[in-house]
């Protein structure tokens, strides 16, 4: 059982690399007009449908994200890890195809087929890391995000479903879902690393605010993974931000976050999401920015039953005086 599961985790890992794409390079001559062209630190990848718009290869160090949901539907954005030699292709044939599988195998409530899908997963599964990206982020809106990216081989995906259906899943033969190739070069961007006004603390019990206040207006929130955990699902910790606009927004948050259900992380979700920051390993740390309007809101994470789990944390915002 707990190898099955943890190879179920693993193989929801490589879920999330799926993703869509079509990659384009952007450059200071696509700002247009008399607009600067943003700064090489600064990345734009854009949601558009259920596909994935972005560079190709960007230069290394602090990269802020800036993900931009031009969709009618919400995403995220993880950074994926990929073990040497993997790439989008090969993981939408493989990963993505057999969580599709198991996912049709959930929602038919039958177990041999999920088993068989879960049977299916590369050994190279438990060999895929994870490095943050953007989080969950309500169609219209742009949230920014921030980690330190060493050269290498990247891929980004979003792993929300529509009709039941991961957005990382090939569309069709020689497509690519929600999953985009990043090479990050051994250029340097020479960006200096954000400033927080409050930091969150995530351990495996739970998340909480270790220094600094939430406040109206433009925050940067640090985010240090003090412990990272593979759960049964296949997710570990991660943190997002809903805006609590009832007392039953946590609740029915709380009950969308889990992929495994017929409902779980179907778009529409339930909440307004403002962003957040992915799974990263533990002793890592990352950063999101974001413009909080007076009012209530919640930290939360994308795995079974998050509350329960310690993982929300509510605050509100109160109005300037
Ligand atoms: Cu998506």
Request: some cysteine; charged content about 20%; aromatic content about 10%.
């Given at each position: 059982m707990t190898k099955e599961f943890t190879a179920a985790a693993i193989l929801a890992a490589l879920f999330m690399l799926q993703g869509c794409s079509q990659k384009r390079e952007i450059s200071g001559n696509e700002a247009g007009g008399n607009e600067p062209a943003p700064p090489a630190h600064v990345v734009e990848i854009r949601a558009v449908g259920m596909t994935f718009e972005g560079p190709s290869e960007i230069p290394s160090g602090w990269t802020t994200f800036k993900f931009v949901n031009a969709s009618s539907m919400i995403h995220f954005a993880l950074i994926d890890v990929p073990p040497d030699g993997i790439t989008t292709e090969l993981f939408t044939n493989t990963v993505g195809q057999y969580f599709q599988e198991a996912m049709d195998g959930m929602n038919a409530g039958d177990e041999a087929a999920v088993n068989a899908a879960f049977a299916k997963f590369p050994a190279w599964i438990g060999d895929l890391g994870r490095h943050g990206g953007p989080g969950l982020l309500s169609p219209g809106r742009t949230g920014e995000t921030t980690v330190y990216m060493t050269p290498g081989h990247y891929f980004v995906?979003?792993?929300?479903?529509?009709?039941?259906?991961?957005?990382?899943?090939?569309?069709?033969?020689?497509?690519?879902?929600?999953?985009?190739?990043?090479?990050?070069?051994?250029?340097?961007?020479?960006?200096?690393?954000?400033?927080?006004?409050?930091?969150?603390?995530?351990?495996?019990?739970?998340?909480?605010?270790?220094?600094?206040?939430?406040?109206?207006?433009v925050n940067t929130i640090r985010v240090d993974f003090v412990e990272q955990q593979a759960l049964p699902s296949f997710v570990g910790n991660d943190v997002h931000l809903m805006r609590v606009e009832s007392d039953d927004s946590i609740g029915l948050a709380d009950g969308w976050l889990d992929w495994r259900t017929k409902e779980g992380l179907e778009d529409p979700s339930p909440v307004v999401f403002l962003g957040g920051l992915n799974d990263m390993p533990a002793g890592s740390h990352g950063y999101f920015t974001v413009d909080l309007q007076p009012g209530d809101y919640a930290f939360i994470a994308e795995m079974p039953n998050p509350e329960a789990a310690g993982f929300v944390l509510r605050f509100t915002v109160a109005t300037k005086s």
């Amino acid at each position: 059982m707990t190898k099955e599961f943890t190879a179920a985790a693993i193989l929801a890992a490589l879920f999330m690399l799926q993703g869509c794409s079509q990659k384009r390079e952007i450059s200071g001559n696509e700002a247009g007009g008399n607009e600067p062209a943003p700064p090489a630190h600064v990345v734009e990848i854009r949601a558009v449908g259920m596909t994935f718009e972005g560079p190709s290869e960007i230069p290394s160090g602090w990269t802020t994200f800036k993900f931009v949901n031009a969709s009618s539907m919400i995403h995220f954005a993880l950074i994926d890890v990929p073990p040497d030699g993997i790439t989008t292709e090969l993981f939408t044939n493989t990963v993505g195809q057999y969580f599709q599988e198991a996912m049709d195998g959930m929602n038919a409530g039958d177990e041999a087929a999920v088993n068989a899908a879960f049977a299916k997963f590369p050994a190279w599964i438990g060999d895929l890391g994870r490095h943050g990206g953007p989080g969950l982020l309500s169609p219209g809106r742009t949230g920014e995000t921030t980690v330190y990216m060493t050269p290498g081989h990247y891929f980004v995906e979003c792993y929300v479903k529509s009709n039941g259906i991961f957005h990382t899943t090939s569309p069709g033969e020689g497509k690519l879902g929600m999953m985009l190739d990043l090479t990050v070069t051994e250029q340097q961007n020479n960006a200096p690393e954000p400033v927080a006004n409050a930091t969150l603390a995530i351990r495996n019990s739970g998340i909480e605010i270790v220094a600094g206040e939430l406040k109206p207006g433009v925050n940067t929130i640090r985010v240090d993974f003090v412990e990272q955990q593979a759960l049964p699902s296949f997710v570990g910790n991660d943190v997002h931000l809903m805006r609590v606009e009832s007392d039953d927004s946590i609740g029915l948050a709380d009950g969308w976050l889990d992929w495994r259900t017929k409902e779980g992380l179907e778009d529409p979700s339930p909440v307004v999401f403002l962003g957040g920051l992915n799974d990263m390993p533990a002793g890592s740390h990352g950063y999101f920015t974001v413009d909080l309007q007076p009012g209530d809101y919640a930290f939360i994470a994308e795995m079974p039953n998050p509350e329960a789990a310690g993982f929300v944390l509510r605050f509100t915002v109160a109005t300037k005086s």
